[in-house]
């Protein structure tokens, strides 16, 4: 997302006359100060790498293909599900590929790694999007991209902090009852058990249906009050065939044409996890308020490699990103010294 349309979206998030009607929203003592999925999502990668991109504002030092192509993938599936497109889809592909090339390359920041467009965004997109398209042309999907707003609660200190996120897709079952939240990945690594489990987007998003309310795309809340029958983390890359014959790593055979694997990944959570959930994040909130603020990613494998300021992390010089107003209104807290004001609805 440009840093424009993420600013656009998180006014529009503060001013939303829905919060009126979110449950808990009288606990929250300032409204005007919202937390947003993605922060949280950076937040639990690396308390540092937060600091540099929301408090310091630092600009991104490079650009990765996979975000970028990740980023091409969810504006084309969402658009087949909202213009009803599925018989368009290369065309769509074909203009949000080079919609995204023309952003990234006005943002000028250097790519991460030289990778040919044609083959990396289109040949490898169309395979995961045509198989995308057969399976879910008929999916009872009532919303894409949709916008939620929740309060989240300390289980124990009641402490309340406003919400707001985004879920890639919502799902009626056949009875209009069962509520499914479909989130779209385009990684090419499936999760593993210990990732899933303490995946904090996927209780996010659980709570969300619980205590939250989403917006639906004709502007009316939906109050579901209940978790979700479902959670299913969309592997996307599962839907790319081999190109050749092979064989897994646990010994399992391929031909060619095969699919990777089964895409629908189901996310389970229990009361507990959602209070270990809520207490993680307001305690990392609470801590971010207070100015403790560490270098968390090295400790986890992998972070600090797929982190966008590394330099920065490591020199301390970074180049400011062109938005004055990019971070959350949590950083006048920081400056301040203090923990809120009174202001709040
Ligand atoms: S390089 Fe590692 S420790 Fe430094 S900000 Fe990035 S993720 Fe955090």
Redesign the pocket.
């Known amino acids: 997302m440009s840093e424009k349309s993420y600013l656009d979206r998180l006014d529009a998030a503060r001013e939303d006359p829905v919060w009126d009607q979110v449950a808990g929203i009288e606990k929250v003592k300032d409204c005007s100060r919202v937390f947003t999925a993605s922060q949280i999502k950076t937040m639990s990668?690396?308390?540092?790498?937060w600091?540099?991109a929301y408090v310091l504002k630092a600009k991104e030092e490079s650009k990765s293909a996979a975000t970028a192509r990740g980023t091409m993938i969810h504006k084309t599936v969402a658009d087949l599900h909202a213009k009803h497109a599925w018989n368009h889809w290369e065309d769509l592909l074909r203009v949000n590929v080079q919609a995204e090339l023309d952003s990234i390359e006005e943002q000028g920041v250097p790519w991460k790694r030289e990778v040919d467009p044609e083959d990396y965004f289109i040949a490898d997109s169309a395979g995961m999007i045509k198989n995308y398209v057969d399976r879910n042309r008929d999916a009872q999907t009532i919303g894409v991209e949709v916008p939620f707003r929740m309060v989240l609660t300390h289980p124990r200190t009641g402490t309340s902090y406003p919400l707001v996120g985004t879920v890639d897709r919502l799902d009626y079952d056949k009875t209009g009852k069962a509520l499914t939240i479909v989130d779209w990945k385009t990684g090419q690594t499936p999760p593993d058990d210990a990732f899933l489990a303490r995946d904090y987007q996927m209780s996010g998003y659980g709570l969300a249906a619980k205590n939250g309310i989403f917006v639906m795309p004709d502007g009316e809340p939906l109050h579901f009050d209940a978790y979700p029958e479902r959670i299913v983390w969309y592997q996307m890359y599962n839907l790319l065939p081999y190109k050749r014959a092979g064989t897994k790593t646990n010994g399992t055979k391929y031909v060619k044409g095969d699919l990777r694997g089964e895409p629908e990944i189901d996310v389970v959570r229990r009361e507990s996890d959602y209070d270990a959930f809520r207490a993680d994040i307001c305690n990392a909130i609470r801590g971010i308020r207070m100015g403790i603020i560490w270098?968390?990613?090295?400790g986890?494998p992998g972070?600090?490699?797929?982190?966008?300021?590394?330099s920065?992390?490591?020199t301390g010089e970074y180049v400011k990103s062109g938005s004055s107003d990019l971070a959350d209104m949590v950083i006048e807290d920081r400056e301040e010294g203090v923990s809120n004001g009174q202001s709040g609805r």
């Open positions: 990668q690396c308390l540092y790498q600091y540099l270098k968390s990613g090295a986890f972070t600090c490699a797929m982190c966008r300021y590394r920065a992390c490591v």
